[in-house]
């Protein structure tokens, strides 16, 4: 809407609707709205929706899954962006996140795997992200670091809880109303308790206390010439030593080829004279009596 006058629908693309949801969406500024949408071979991808001029961004894939989706849930925080995506996979259920940085993105990474995953959902306070998995018969809640790189191993937060969940989803950056995230609660039929408040001063794992400064000694220019020159000189010394071995080995080679070539030629001067010698011999008459022109002897020893 611009100048309280709709403008035409934008056509994003042909979307795959999530389990419960078709489209998610992320508030990035006052200006701009994050579309979170799946295309039919499964891939979530994302774009930017401007709101005053309601132009559409070219769209970037965030996550690519051939699991089928049983829940998902986003959380948008000015330029980044986190997405839970609870998948069942042939003999267990995944939790996947995924983050992003403006266009940069993350790792996907399986922060749980287990059984009879239901439903997940993802806010963030004080720097952390927090992720709430209801399963059949539990709940569990895991938390990030400050960096959101490392993930908590889960932990129960709920003894017991409705049969029939209802999941509500925020933006964080919605100011036109009071809102704190203390303020949320989750119904469980008779039982009703806030769990920001006790999970952010009871659970949340202490910061960790910077180290103090070390410091560095202080580099000398000149040790790095000295050390230079030493390692130049020792190169030196090992490249004559194998200059003089590589000679010594050549003049041995060249006295065993001439050694060879001496006696090959003593053999074909040995060799011709055989020949001579052969070629000078008259050929012997047949013996007297025999109509042979071959005669056979045998000889036996006794």
């Known amino acids: ?119 997940c959902s993802l806010f963030t306070f004080e720097n952390r992200l927090y992720v709430a998995l209801f399963t059949k018969n539990d709940a569990f809640l895991i938390f990030s670091d400050e960096n959101s790189s490392e993930f908590s191993i889960p932990k129960p937060f709920a003894s017991s809880f409705s049969s029939s969940l209802t999941k509500s989803e925020y933006l964080s950056s919605c100011n036109s109303f009071p809102f704190n995230a203390d303020e949320i609660l989750i119904n469980t039929q008779k039982l009703s308790f806030p769990i920001i408040d006790d999970i952010c001063h009871s659970f949340s794992p202490p910061k960790s206390i910077k180290a103090a400064p070390v410091e560095k000694p202080q580099h000398n220019p000149l040790s790095d010439t000295d050390d230079y020159i030493k390692q130049l000189s020792s190169m030196n010394d090992q490249i004559s030593q194998l200059s003089k071995t590589l000679s010594d080995r050549n003049e041995e080679l060249a006295s065993l080829s001439a050694r060879w070539k001496n006696k090959y ?38």
């Open 1 to 119: 809407m611009s100048k309280g006058q709709w403008l035409p629908p934008v056509e994003i693309s042909e979307i795959m609707s999530f389990y419960n949801s078709p489209y998610y969406i992320g508030q990035e500024d006052d200006k701009n709205i994050i579309i979170y949408y799946r295309l039919p071979d499964k891939t979530i991808k994302y774009c930017t929706l401007s709101i005053d001029s309601g132009n559409l961004s070219s769209s970037i894939s965030f996550l690519a899954t051939n699991m089928p989706c049983i829940d998902i849930s986003t959380l948008t925080d000015g330029t980044s962006g986190h997405l839970l995506y609870l998948a069942q996979g042939m003999f267990s259920t995944q939790l996947i996140y995924k983050g992003r940085n403006c266009d940069n993105l993350g790792k996907a990474r399986i922060i749980w795997e287990g059984q009879y995953g239901r439903s």
């Open 265 to 302: 030629d003593v053999l074909l001067k040995e060799n011709e004279v055989l020949k001579k010698q052969l070629s000078s011999q008259q050929p012997l008459p047949a013996p007297y009596g025999s109509n042979s022109d071959i005669i056979f002897v045998q000889s036996r020893e006794l």
